[in-house]
């Protein structure tokens, strides 16, 4: 295990690009404080700390109104940081569980009404183990009835193989990051168009187009090399589009982005006020507060 990851940036700069009011950032995470929500014993990384209090504080310095925390694999299936942090929330937080097939519907119940509202399976082999499919099945067909998603999070070259299962899973479908495609390859190209066939086929599928940190070859501040396959990924299927920050950025050793930036290249990727809005508001509280719109 390595721990020599870079510290989220303590000061980042204000966004030029006003998000629109009620704007969701939807994926982001909380990490400890470890001290009081140790870290996973088999996870691959350790992060810096990053509390639900730095959370709340960037939500408000970036212009949002609301946050979607995502359970990373550093805390494994101990979902407690994560609810902690919705239950400080007062509501204006949704949560993504990691959960395994020994958990009981109670756990799901009180994970509900604490604010989750889905499960994420990591199939990135370097940060976890990948989870067995029949699992994953047997989940999605659990929380069905309370609402929720799966989230998963691969890479571009895992799509061929992952392609059957993710089109049957028995539950709305969320992808992480554009299943991380090669930004050196060509968007109109046949690899990136797998993921928009996966889309095109699951009305129920979701992309977020986060982060560029992760994706570019050129880097900051505009990410260039992303843009084109995010606003494909906007302009083909605006109504099903997500964006998170991805704060802290856990295993970044390249650059620590500066969040201010990462809103900025955002609002780049949506051309008009309504896919703004669209991204913005509009889809993620449709998904994580239905009960709203």
Same mark, same amino acid.
């Given at each position: %295990?390595?721990?020599?990851?870079? +510290?989220?940036?303590?000061?980042?700069?204000?966004?030029?690009?006003?998000?629109?009011?009620?704007?969701?950032?939807?994926?982001?995470?909380?990490?400890? @404080?470890?001290?009081?929500?140790?870290?996973?014993?088999?996870?691959?990384?350790?992060?810096?700390?990053?509390?639900?209090?730095?959370?709340?504080?960037?939500?408000?310095?970036?212009?949002?109104?609301?946050?979607?925390?995502?359970?990373?694999?550093?805390?494994?299936?101990?979902?407690?940081?994560?609810?902690? &942090?919705?239950?400080?929330?007062?509501?204006?937080?949704?949560?993504?569980?990691?959960?395994?097939?020994?958990?009981?519907?109670?756990?799901?119940?009180?994970?509900?009404?604490?604010? !989750?509202?889905?499960?994420?399976?990591?199939?990135?082999?370097?940060?976890?183990?990948? @989870?067995?499919?029949? !699992?994953?099945?047997?989940?999605?067909?659990?929380?069905?009835?309370?609402?929720?998603?799966?989230?998963?999070?691969?890479?571009?070259?895992?799509? /061929?193989?992952?392609?059957?299962?993710?089109?049957?899973?028995?539950?709305?479908? !969320?992808?992480?990051? %554009?299943? *991380?495609?090669?930004?050196?390859?060509?968007?109109? =190209?046949? *690899?990136?168009?797998?993921?928009?066939?996966?889309? =095109?086929?699951?009305?129920?599928?979701?992309?977020?187009?986060?982060? /560029?940190?992760?994706?570019?070859? +050129?880097?900051?501040?505009?990410?260039?090399? +992303?843009?084109?396959?995010?606003? &494909?990924?906007?302009? #083909?299927? @605006?109504?099903?589009?997500?964006? =998170? #920050?991805? $704060?802290?950025?856990?295993? %970044?050793? #390249?650059? %620590?982005?500066?969040?201010?930036?990462? !809103?900025?290249?955002?609002?780049?990727?949506?051309?008009? =006020?309504?896919?703004?809005?669209?991204?913005?508001?509009?889809?993620?509280?449709?998904?994580? $507060?239905?009960?709203?719109?």
């Amino acid at each position: %295990m390595d721990d020599g990851w870079l +510290v989220y940036c303590e000061e980042p700069s204000e966004p030029s690009f006003p998000v629109p009011p009620g704007a969701v950032d939807a994926h982001c995470h909380v990490f400890g @404080p470890g001290d009081r929500f140790p870290y996973a014993p088999e996870r691959r990384y350790t992060p810096a700390d990053a509390p639900k209090e730095r959370l709340w504080e960037l939500r408000d310095f970036l212009g949002f109104e609301r946050n979607v925390i995502v359970q990373a694999s550093c805390h494994g299936t101990d979902n407690r940081a994560l609810v902690d &942090a919705l239950e400080s929330s007062d509501g204006r937080a949704r949560g993504v569980a990691a959960v395994t097939s020994s958990v009981g519907d109670d756990e799901l119940e009180a994970m509900h009404r604490s604010g !989750v509202r889905g499960v994420r399976f990591n199939f990135v082999s370097r940060l976890a183990d990948p @989870p067995d499919p029949a !699992v994953i099945r047997t989940i999605a067909e659990r929380i069905r009835g309370l609402g929720w998603h799966i989230v998963v999070y691969f890479e571009a070259g895992d799509l /061929p193989g992952l392609y059957e299962l993710l089109l049957s899973l028995p539950a709305p479908l !969320v992808i992480d990051h %554009m299943g *991380r495609p090669d930004t050196s390859l060509d968007p109109e =190209g046949p *690899r990136f168009g797998r993921l928009l066939r996966l889309m =095109g086929e699951r009305p129920d599928a979701w992309c977020k187009v986060s982060c /560029p940190e992760r994706l570019s070859t +050129v880097g900051p501040p505009g990410y260039d090399d +992303v843009v084109p396959f995010a606003r &494909a990924v906007v302009e #083909s299927f @605006p109504d099903r589009v997500l964006w =998170g #920050s991805d $704060w802290p950025h856990p295993n %970044m050793r #390249s650059h %620590m982005p500066d969040d201010g930036e990462l !809103v900025d290249f955002a609002g780049g990727i949506a051309a008009t =006020g309504t896919l703004r809005t669209k991204l913005f508001v509009d889809n993620p509280r449709r998904l994580y $507060w239905p009960e709203e719109c």
